[in-house]
């Protein structure tokens, strides 16, 4: 079992340019996440989908977008990427919202993305 | 809305030490308190959670609505326990955490 797995490891942007980052679990869980890492600010949720179908916005969504493609994929993208959005990106995934594992968090290995 | 603090970014010890790292949160509901962690090179990954009410390598938490807290605790520290430490915030009904901004246990010999 792999888990959760996210693409690429690493990133380098100019400022302006767009890329999706890409997430995927074989957990069969409901609801995944977006989160974002930074020092000194702890893990910041952009986006999170509670069910195929479904998505919201987290604590920091400006900049980004998501698609929920399937039960198995959640994609982060980032239209025209800025300095701000230099960070390490974390995907998620969890069960369903009132189950015993809502809440209980998988995560990915973790994607650092550098905007120049 | 809901908050997570942690007051300490660093905290130091030596390896034998008792080791209390502190998390107090913000909400009016019924909360749900985690501690994550993530050892160097390794994915973030959940260490316990306060329903199960158990020790999870030697640490423990407990919830007291009271001062709003959920301090990890572990009575003597290993050179192995050194990661980064999150305390998170569910709240009921709901599927989102909460973190907080993270305290570094660092482990001396």
């Known amino acids: 079992n792999a888990g959760v797995t996210q693409t690429p490891k690493f990133q380098v942007l100019k400022t302006g340019q767009s890329m999706t980052l890409q997430c995927a679990q074989d957990?069969?869980?409901?609801?995944m996440y977006w989160y974002r890492q930074d020092p000194g600010m702890g893990l910041r949720l952009i986006y999170y989908?509670?069910?195929?179908?479904?998505?919201d916005k987290g604590e920091v969504p400006n900049g980004y977008n998501v698609s929920r493609l399937n039960k198995r994929e959640f994609s982060l993208r980032l239209e025209s990427a800025a300095p701000s959005q230099t960070s390490v990106y974390f995907c998620?995934?969890?069960?369903?919202?009132?189950?015993?594992?809502?809440?209980?968090?998988?995560f990915g290995a973790g994607s650092r993305l550098t905007v120049l | 809305a809901q908050r997570v603090t942690q007051p300490e970014k660093l905290l130091s010890v030596f390896k034998g030490a008792p080791v209390e790292l502190k998390c107090n949160y913000s909400?009016?509901?019924?909360?749900?308190l985690f501690w994550y962690v993530q050892y160097s090179r390794q994915r973030l990954q959940l260490l316990l959670r306060?329903?199960s009410r158990e020790s999870i390598k030697g640490f423990t938490a407990d919830l007291n609505k009271g001062e709003t807290s959920f301090h990890l605790k572990k009575p003597f520290a290993q050179e192995e326990d050194s990661a980064m430490y999150y305390c998170?915030?569910?709240?009921?009904?709901?599927?989102?955490?909460?973190f907080g901004t993270g305290t570094q246990l660092k482990v001396e010999l």
């Open positions: 306060h329903i």
């Open positions: 909400y009016s509901g019924s909360p749900e």
């Open positions: 957990m069969n869980h409901n609801s």
């Open positions: 998170a915030l569910g709240t009921g009904g709901g599927n989102k955490l909460t």
């Open positions: 998620a995934s969890s069960g369903w919202a009132g189950g015993p594992g809502a809440n209980v968090l998988t």
């Open positions: 989908s509670a069910s195929e179908g479904t998505t």
